[in-house]
């Protein structure tokens, strides 16, 4: 069999997977009740069900029908952005808004097609100004801004 | 006449300095990210709902309905200037828009836009006021059943409006159903697919995924690309438009006005589907089709008065029923939420000043906005000039403090990094985010009405044929299914899109 549609095939197999993994967990899982008393694995099961069936139907059209390849993944992008985002979230407490912030700053910025450092630490300046202005000080959002060990 | 007085309340509520003041705010809020590209009202919205918590409720949502009327005037700025949609909704006005800038008419363009914008705001405005209260009336007596349908009604129209593949979007809108009953099962107290995560117990938070697949998705997959934008700054000099623009793009108006408010009270439906519906009809009964696409000044005029009667009217689903019809309205119901306010049709009799003070702050806004905008273009090109990489990582900052100022637990970071992932994948496989969305917000309604119909008809599943409402928002499923899946027609959709890109 040959794959005429790499995008569908792809986007087949995704659903098949989501759609069998919420329908076997929640009826292993959960209790599946009766239509006049549904119980908690009924709804999960029945839509999972849904999904597998639909990703099959994708799937076989993606061997019938021919369709565009899938582009390809920019990881660079990717990966940073999320690891910028995750790595704010958990330097937030320990570090402060500050450098939380240095940290989101400066990790997205090399996801970027070019990266001067001159141009990034003005842009952190900005946006921290910003930052402790409007958020902590405008809006009283109850973050730290320093450091904890440093007794702020 | 009782249209009129409860008007006249709306108004006395939303003259008062403090609400002007908001809806001034929100209207700029909402034109500036409106005008940047990659930032859109769902994120902002989203990043401001906590603070809304020490506003006034009507007060906060004036100030976020300004937001999101204010980003349809920002976006076909961007639309016109650099033929980037600055907003989904004005994607379509890239067709005919930028044409005209680049044959030196983005002046024009820029005002038809606004003028039709601001004439369709007032029409939709009033639309609410006419048609709100006895819609509300009806809904007081809609069971579980009922609700159900119409949620099904406002599912199907979300694939409707969805681009490409009928069949991927219907199995996004189940996956988004499926994320959407992760978390605490309030009938039976289980804890479903928590996978022992303690922060799962309280489901995964609307703002969280939606800024995971629409905000950081669109960030990475705007680092793609690399060129540079195109902006004719210098070529904006007289906005008036020509008597013959003026006849033109009259009819066009009205059309677009009269299509948007209508698309916009179906859930599922506003300001997009209106948008592209507009520019479909404007191109069939044109004497001169040929000329869409090159410069039309209907192709500006008619999807730019029906995105923003599409937009308004979207809230009629929103204030009466307690539907959300897209992610803004469902941000609004999180909003009325935090303030401690049920959303449903009782709100309407029990909070009026809020009810007809939001109805009636649309209209001022509406104002506002057709008065600061044509001044402040010049103002919004410079915004435009900021290059990308100042922009996105400023964009990121502000979406992660939003996301982190929630509940203040890194955790929700890493489930936004989860979707971003998601998403992205998503855009590569041509599975449109919107449905999914549209899913995960009435996931746990869905099955909660579900339960409560097939509890009071002892398991018999006909009761949703039987209803007469009920059977009739599931005809009206059907026979949209219908006519998408329909070759004929669906040759004609695919036609839109394609032209779109």
């Not at chain 2, 979707?419 to 449905?435: D, V």
Request: some cysteine; overall charge neutral; aromatic content about 10%.
């Amino acid at each position: 069999m040959e794959i005429k549609s790499p995008r569908n095939f792809w986007a087949g197999l995704m659903f098949v997977a989501f759609g069998l993994f919420f329908t076997i967990w929640a009826l292993m899982n959960y209790q599946m009740g009766s239509a006049v008393r549904m119980g908690p694995a009924y709804f999960p099961a029945v839509l999972g069900g849904l999904l597998a069936f639909l990703g099959l139907a994708i799937l076989l059209m993606s061997v019938t029908v021919s369709g565009p390849r899938v582009d390809r993944f920019h990881f660079r992008p990717l990966l940073l952005i999320l690891l910028g985002n995750v790595a704010y979230g958990y330097t937030m407490k320990p570090l402060g808004l500050v450098l939380a912030t240095g940290v989101l700053v400066f990790i997205s910025a090399f996801g970027g097609h070019e990266f001067k450092w001159k141009e990034v630490a003005l842009l952190y300046v900005v946006l921290i100004v910003f930052s402790v202005l409007v958020f902590v000080k405008g809006l009283t959002l109850p973050f730290p801004l320093w450091p904890e060990v440093l007794g702020y | 006449m009782d249209v009129f007085d409860n008007l006249m309340l709306g108004f006395s509520v939303a003259i008062t300095p403090m609400h002007l003041l908001y809806a001034l705010i929100g209207c700029l809020l909402g034109t500036m990210i409106g005008v940047l590209p990659g930032v859109g009202p769902v994120a902002t919205i989203a990043m401001l709902l906590p603070i809304t918590f020490n506003l006034q409720p009507v007060a906060a949502l004036i100030m976020l309905a300004g937001i999101y009327y204010g980003s349809q005037y920002g976006g076909s700025t961007t639309a016109i200037l650099v033929n980037l949609p600055g907003e989904t909704s004005s994607v379509v006005t890239c067709l005919d828009g930028y044409q005209m800038a680049r044959q030196g008419r983005a002046g024009p363009a820029l005002a038809i836009s606004a003028i039709g914008s601001f004439f369709a705001g007032c029409v939709a405005t009033l639309i609410i006021a006419i048609a709100a209260p006895p819609l509300a009336e009806v809904a007081l007596k809609f069971g579980p059943s009922e609700y159900f349908s119409l949620m099904v009604l406002g599912l199907v129209a979300a694939t409707v409006l969805a681009h490409g593949s009928l069949i991927k979007a219907i199995a996004m809108v189940l996956l988004g159903l499926l994320l959407g009953l992760i978390g605490t099962d309030v009938n039976s107290g289980v804890l479903r697919f928590t996978f022992g995560i303690p922060e799962l117990s309280d489901g995964i938070g609307f703002v969280v995924v939606a800024m995971g697949m629409f905000g950081l998705a669109e960030i990475i997959a705007n680092l793609e690309l690399k060129g540079s934008r195109e902006v004719f700054t210098g070529k904006v000099k007289s906005l008036m438009p020509t008597k013959e623009d003026f006849k033109r793009a009259w009819p066009a108006v009205l059309r677009g006005t009269a299509l948007g408010s209508f698309l916009g009270i179906l859930p599922g439906g506003g300001s997009i589907l209106a948008a592209f519906g507009s520019y479909t009809v404007e191109k069939k009964v044109s004497k001169h089709p040929e000329q869409f696409g090159k410069g039309a000044i209907e192709g500006v005029a008619g999807p730019e008065s029906a995105n923003n009667a599409g937009a308004q009217t979207s809230f009629i689903p929103m204030l009466t029923l307690g539907i959300p019809g897209n992610a803004v309205m469902a941000l609004m119901i999180g909003a009325l939420m935090i303030q401690g306010i049920a959303p449903g049709p009782q709100v309407m009799s029990e909070k009026p000043d809020l009810f007809w003070g939001l109805i009636a702050s649309m209209w001022i806004g509406n104002a506002m906005l057709v008065v600061l905008n044509l001044p402040l273009i010049g103002l919004w090109i410079k915004l435009l000039t900021v290059p990308y990489r100042y922009l996105y990582p400023s964009i990121l900052v502000f979406m992660a403090v939003g996301v982190f100022s929630l509940s203040n637990n890194p955790f929700d970071l890493v489930v936004m990094a989860v979707f971003g992932l998601l998403g992205y994948i998503c855009t590569k496989l041509e599975c449109e985010p919107a449905p999914m969305i549209l899913g995960f917000i009435l996931g746990p309604l869905m099955e909660e009405n579900l339960r409560r119909a097939m509890l009071l008809s002892r398991g018999d599943p006909t009761v949703f044929f039987t209803k007469p409402i009920s059977a009739g928002f599931i005809t009206a499923s059907i026979i949209l299914l219908v006519i998408v899946a329909l070759p004929a027609l669906r040759k004609k959709r695919q036609e839109v899109f394609v032209e779109e890109t």
